[in-house]
């Protein structure tokens, strides 16, 4: 018998890349249907969860959230798939399969099952006995790799969470102490705003998304729907740990945000910041976010030139 490592993993990797070959994973669609292999294993993740939300379909599947938006607008396009809001929570939007989706992945499984059972067929019982457990075993040593890896533990969460006020205060306190010299006037003011604001989460025009990392808080960012006039949404609250910026974790809560305020049919969105805050108004402006206003002010207890930026939906 070979023990030796390297010779384990190249008949693993070479294992597998035979597989995904014979599987079909290597043609433009999949299982007999006329989809990609994403868009059928999302179906599949509904058909097993009974419903499911766009972001946890990103974490499942480990897709970008952009290739997963177009996928499901393809899926509902076709009539696979169809969008509710949640009964308990109107902001949330489910994914479920329409009667064709069901018959879709009801064939799918048909295809699959056939699959397996003509290549178990050549295999004897202890072989049969084997394969499941050396493939059930390996996926989840895989799986395993993945969750646990720095990067891949940041996700997003959307509403109240336990904590939520305290930890974007201190993240709030923290980065413009040392940003602007404010001090504990500001962090006041910060903590009651936010105490108020997630009192009205209830209201589906509010909003909150937090970046969540070994289920710390490690960025926000809000839409607060009622305290602007004219149908305008006000984005507030948005921040991240220093320790977890430069991974793209902001856009994606920025993304979140302003796909939000376009379904939600606002006017457009406006918020306040800080003049010199250079990568912060960079990020704005790539998502079409323009300079309205500037002005010298001393409502955070030191004086700082106050800008204004807004994005017309």
Known sequence: MNTDPSSTINQIRTASRQMVRELGFMEKTLAGTNYSPSAVHALLEIEKQGAMTALQLVQTLSLEKSSVSRMINKLIKAGEVIENADPKDGRIKNLLLTNQGKKTVEAIHVYGQRQVKTAMEHLDV?????????????AEALQGCRLNAPLNAITLDAGYRPGVVGRVTEMHATFYANASHFGQFFESKVAMGMAEFVSRLNNPRNNLWM???????????????????????HLRWFIMDEKCQGQGIGRQL???AVTF??????????????????????LYESFGFELVKEEVGTQWGSVVTEQQFRRVI
């Open 261 to 282: 305020c376009e379904k939600s049919e606002f006017n457009a969105i406006q918020l306040w910041t800080f003049k010199g805050l250079h990568a912060a108004r960079k």
């Open 126 to 138: 202890s072989q049969q006995q084997a394969v499941v457990q050396g493939l059930c075993t390996y």
């Open 254 to 256: 920025l993304h979140e």
């Open 211 to 233: 970046a969540l990392q070994n289920d710390t808080i490690v960025g926000s960012i809000a839409i607060d729907g009622e305290d602007l006039e004219d149908n305008n949404a």
